[in-house]
């Protein structure tokens, strides 16, 4: 039977597709998901400092609120998308939004460090689970002639959540209504999430897959418990002076690793659904990719969250003018972003130039730190910052499409999600990482000098983990369609 409006029929017969009308708007209340995710992994770089001098709790402590919430959401999105498959994209959706907003509350009333840190760790999975529901949503949503505009509508708002997440959390946090301090950034949330609610019972179609896989629980387990053994002791090794055994989780971690790999590997050959295909790590661009992204989200990650230590910490911005502060990083990366659309056809070297504009960029901001020294001012940042903003948005702008260009129809989601969740993965290590190498320059008792210190070395290691970056990208194809045509022949 024909379908006048375009929507693809969804998957459950029983369940007609929205009319032409609800599209845009069912596209809007994903877009709102996305931006309440956007904000919350932001905000709390900002308000970190203010948030432990309130409730408490060590330097680790700073490092666990963006750390807690980007682990548990990697490792919820490698299955996420499949529980929609299975169960409904709607109703995931809006089990997801409901917790995910339900963490939110529970992040704002939080009265200790452990208490704060656990709703960061329910709003990363319920938003495991609410994101991954609108890729398949929309693809049932809109026909082929529109999906482009719909997709395209992603760019601008994470290019606007990007400049104004760190503004919106300095302002709240400044502003102090009604009493609340850092509250409002989650409370914030609250409007947000049950307008979500509402408008998705009313807009969103449901849909499934009519051959959905089956979920894999112990690949689930084997993967939360590798990540949970390297940012552990990451994180918390250096409050206790390096202990034996930090080493020890770290040395476990790859032999969990391991394990889930052969798992994987012996689920896949005995017919089973594994949680990621092994198929994909035959593929150059995935590997590549996947070497790739870790190495730079980490750093990345990583870096955000000391430079704001240092601007509110050390320099003693407030945390309105740190969020301003952030505001050429991500003016640079939007424009970084539109240089790239037009530079597309060079493929790998788009992703290689701004790599380098980017190390450029950072040891722009080692000099201005070497001339002005501890009464440097957000503007003499500014340069600096845009050119590493640019060269992020160069670099972005054609990863997703050369890693995953070769993979194949029946690998699709396995490779999205597996790369979205190490992604994650790589902000969480990177939070650990960098924030452990800061702490410790730091000592017991900071002082400008160590500060100053701090913040240099640490971005001695992001330039290198840039240069490393460079390096790794070289297994990933020259062009997308490259792997594309290999995998077709």
Excluded at 43 to 65: E, F, H, S, Y
Excluded at 434 to 462: A, C, N, R, S, Y
Aim: proline share 6%; with cysteine; glycine share 14%.
């Amino acid at each position: 039977m024909s379908n006048p409006t375009g929507v693809t029929a969804s998957a459950t017969p029983d369940i007609a597709a929205p009319p032409y009308r609800w599209r845009w708007a069912a596209l809007f209340v994903i877009l709102a998901a996305e931006v309440m995710d956007l904000l919350d992994a932001m905000v709390t770089n900002i308000a970190a400092p203010t948030m432990r001098a309130d409730l408490g709790g060590t330097a680790a402590t700073i490092q666990w609120m963006g750390a807690a919430y980007t682990l548990s959401m990697a490792v919820g999105l490698i299955t996420g998308g499949r529980l929609g498959d299975i169960f409904g994209r709607r109703r995931m959706f809006l089990i997801g939004a409901a917790g995910f907003t339900l963490g939110s509350l529970l992040c704002a009333v939080a009265q200790s460090p452990e208490m704060l840190i656990g709703a960061r760790v329910i709003q990363g999975l319920f938003g495991s689970v609410m994101l991954p529901q609108g890729l398949g949503m929309i693809k049932e949503m809109f026909p082929p002639k529109e999906m482009q505009a719909a997709f395209g509508m992603f760019g601008p708002i994470m290019g606007l959540s990007a400049v104004g997440g760190p503004i919106l959390a300095g302002w709240l946090v400044e502003a102090d209504y009604f009493g609340t301090g850092w509250r409002m950034i989650f409370l914030i949330n609250l409007p947000l999430g049950l307008a979500a609610l509402l408008a998705g019972m009313r807009f969103l179609p449901e849909s499934r897959s009519p051959h959905p896989l089956r979920l894999d629980i112990p690949g689930v387990l084997l993967a939360s418990l590798g990540g949970f053994l390297v940012i552990y002791p990451l994180v918390q090794g250096r409050e206790h002076d390096w202990p034996a055994w930090a080493f020890v989780m770290l040395a476990a971690s790859v032999a969990v690793f391991a394990l889930f790999g052969w798992f994987e590997a012996r689920r896949s050959r005995s017919g089973g659904d594994p949680l990621i295909v092994p198929s994909l790590f035959r593929k150059r661009a995935f590997t590549g990719g996947l070497l790739t992204g870790t190495v730079f989200f980490s750093g990345m990650a990583g870096f955000m969250l000391v430079f704001n230590l240092y601007t509110q910490t050390g320099l003693g911005y407030s945390t309105l003018k740190a969020g301003l502060s952030m505001v050429p990083w991500s003016a640079g990366m939007i424009v970084g972003f539109g240089i790239a659309q037009a530079v597309q056809k060079f493929g790998r070297k788009v992703l290689h130039g701004g790599t380098l504009i980017m190390t450029l960029g950072v040891l722009g901001v080692l000099v201005t730190l070497n001339v002005a020294g501890m009464h440097v001012t957000p503007w003499q940042l500014t340069p600096a910052l845009v050119v590493t903003g640019i060269g992020m948005g160069l670099l972005m702008a054609p990863f997703f499409d050369i890693v995953l260009a070769g993979v194949e129809q029946h690998e699709t989601g396995s490779a999205s999600g597996t790369l979205t969740a190490v992604q994650q993965l790589g902000n969480a290590f990177g939070v650990a990482l960098l924030g452990t190498i800061f702490f410790d320059v730091l000592g017991k008792i900071p002082t400008p000098g160590t500060f100053d210190h701090g913040m240099k070395i640490t971005l001695w290691v992001v330039a290198g983990m840039l240069v490393a970056t460079f390096a790794v990208a070289f297994l990933l194809p020259k062009q997308a369609r490259e792997e594309a045509e290999s995998v077709a022949a």
